[in-house]
């Protein structure tokens, strides 16, 4: 019997690589023992197959829920070594296990690392086997947060996806803000991915939505980083409220001002933009 599995490269840390290796071979014997087991069994022998089967099941289960000195799991190294045949190999195997959500040391669960390695194709099989797509890592970032700072669209695509294997649906929180008080849209306007803020509206995101630290909304940020096709797209959507104001008193105009984008400015007062009630010379 040949496998069509390649071994897992070498790795410095041998508690990670012994993990790695570890269910990369338990998952080998069992498709080795499914392949020559005799389809007809006594059953005598039966009984005796399912309990060591069982036992076997549990064993490499156990292992799948097993961490490395960073905490990461057999699942998160596969993901970090961009072996998407084998995590889809685990996802398959154990369609119900934990690992799919256990964090590491820093929070981040394999769903973090599949967007942070940008795997869209990783990303699709984690959400189809029920992966918490509004996980938080130690700043407070969901994937879908870390994807609009990096400007990962088919990452995003597949976060929306709403399906899982599980035949539930499971829509994204597209309202949460990391520690630093940024929603995924001031995230990308602030990056200047027009892709990404057509992307996130299209797909139900408020775009009034305020930054937890600041109250400036998106169309604050894009006055401030002077985009002009960001903010003529946001004042496209009758529901912008253009002379929203910030926990300072500023208006996205106020911002544009200070930051001396005329060319914001003039197309902010051609829908009637004004000026908010404090001004602030440290914008």
């Known amino acids: 019997m040949i496998f069509q599995m390649t071994l897992p490269p070498c790795s410095e840390r041998s508690k990670t690589n012994c993990l790695y290796m570890e269910v990369w071979l338990l998952i080998c014997v069992f498709d080795l023992a499914r392949a020559t087991r005799p389809r007809v069994m006594a059953s005598s022998d039966?009984?005796?197959?399912?309990?060591?089967?069982?036992?076997?099941?549990?064993?490499?289960?156990?292992?799948?829920?097993?961490?490395?000195?960073?905490?990461?799991?057999?699942?998160?190294?596969?993901?970090?070594?961009?072996?998407?045949?084998?995590?889809?190999?685990?996802?398959?195997?154990?369609p119900f296990s934990n690992c799919i959500y256990m964090p590491n040391k820093l929070l981040q669960t394999p769903l973090h690392l599949a967007v942070i390695t940008d795997q869209p194709r990783?990303?699709?099989?984690?959400?189809?086997?029920?992966?918490?797509?509004?996980?938080?890592?130690?700043n407070?970032?969901?994937?879908?947060?870390?994807?609009?700072?990096?400007?990962?669209?088919?990452?995003?695509?597949?976060?929306?996806?709403?399906n899982n294997l599980y035949g539930t649906t499971e829509r994204i929180d597209l309202s949460l803000l990391n520690y630093?008080?940024?929603?995924?849209?001031?995230?990308?306007?602030?990056?200047?991915?027009?892709?990404?803020v057509m992307i996130l509206l299209k797909s139900g995101a408020d775009i009034n939505i305020k930054e937890g630290k600041n109250g400036r909304t998106i169309l604050h940020n894009a006055c401030e980083c002077g985009n002009t096709d960001i903010v003529r797209h946001l004042l496209s959507y009758r529901q912008c409220d253009i002379n929203a104001k910030a926990y300072d008193g500023l208006t996205p105009y106020d911002i544009a001002e200070a930051r001396r984008h005329k060319d914001v400015c003039l197309v902010l007062a051609a829908k009637g933009a004004t000026s908010g009630k404090y001004a602030n010379e440290d914008v």
């Open 122 to 138: 990783v990303v699709r099989s984690l959400v189809s086997a029920g992966s918490d797509k509004d996980a938080r890592d130690k």
């Open 140 to 162: 407070g970032d969901t994937p879908l947060h870390i994807c609009c700072r990096k400007g990962y669209v088919d990452c995003i695509i597949a976060l929306l996806d709403n």
């Open 46 to 94: 039966g009984s005796r197959s399912k309990k060591t089967n069982a036992t076997s099941n549990l064993k490499r289960k156990r292992v799948l829920e097993d961490r490395d000195e960073d905490g990461d799991t057999p699942l998160h190294i596969a993901v970090i070594l961009f072996d998407s045949d084998f995590v889809e190999q685990i996802l398959k195997r154990y």
């Open 180 to 196: 630093d008080g940024h929603s995924c849209l001031h995230l990308a306007a602030s990056n200047h991915y027009m892709n990404i």
